[in-house]
């Protein structure tokens, strides 16, 4: 099974700040690899899909990079509506969820 | 507009079954692989199946296999999920959610969620 590994788990921050998020596969995953963000008590949004290609209506200040293991999501001059957890999911093989990272308020 | 809606929650014994069904509308449901993700209570997301658009072949999580099974049927936009043999580590918001351009792809458009709750 193809395990992923998100970093940090909490991210503190400012409104205007650009912030990353680190997702890491346990083996290639190619660019099958999508981003999400959710809110309490809301289901998950589709943020970036094949590593780098930005969903339909997503800002563009989300930006997807990387390949292969490592790969980078990166929000510029984050807005109060970005407050949320952030999840990376590999479908290469089967489907596996990292384990999110919370970006809350500095 | 394009809408998942789940529904067949609630709390049940573990051991016991429950069925949960997820309506679509607003696209053409038999285009689109289909897939169940559910999140235990302060937890994070986790997979659990997908099925093909046509119903040909389906996977499952190693959590799961064995025990829950996926099903769909196109004429009436449903997706289903059969549950059996539910332990308590089963409970959780159970979404579903639409592969966007294939079968294994970004998750577009999901459901609101249902609760299922395995307690004695």
């Known amino acids: 099974d193809i395990q992923m590994t998100q970093s940090p788990s909490t991210l503190s921050a400012s409104v205007g700040d650009t912030v990353s998020i680190t997702c890491r596969a346990s083996q290639s995953i190619n660019s099958w690899l999508a981003w999400y963000q959710q809110k309490p008590g809301k289901a998950p949004k589709l943020l970036i899909y094949?590593?780098?290609s930005l969903e339909s209506g997503v800002p563009s200040r989300f930006s997807g990079s990387g390949s292969g293991t490592e790969f980078t999501l990166t929000i510029n001059s984050l807005q109060p509506d970005d407050f949320a957890t952030y999840y990376c999911?590999?479908?290469?093989?089967?489907?596996?969820f990292g384990q999110g990272t919370k970006v809350d308020i500095k | 507009q394009v809408q998942l809606v789940e529904s067949g929650g609630g709390v049940v014994q573990p051991g016991r079954s429950l069925r949960l069904s997820c309506a679509a509308s607003g696209f053409t449901f038999r285009n689109y692989g289909m897939h169940w993700v559910r999140q235990a209570p302060g937890k994070g997301l986790e997979w659990v199946a997908v099925i093909w658009y046509d119903g040909g072949n389906d996977q499952y999580a190693d959590s799961v296999r064995g025990r829950f099974t996926i099903s769909r049927d196109n004429s009436k936009n449903t997706l289903n999920l059969q549950m059996n043999s539910l332990r308590a580590e089963d409970t959780a918001v159970y979404y579903c959610?639409?592969?966007?351009?294939?079968?294994?792809?970004?998750?577009?458009?999901w459901g609101q969620g249902t609760l299922v709750t395995v307690s004695s």
């Open positions: 959610a639409r592969a966007r351009g294939g079968q294994q792809d970004g998750l577009d458009i």
């Open positions: 999911q590999q479908y290469k093989s089967y489907s596996t």
């Open positions: 094949k590593a780098t």
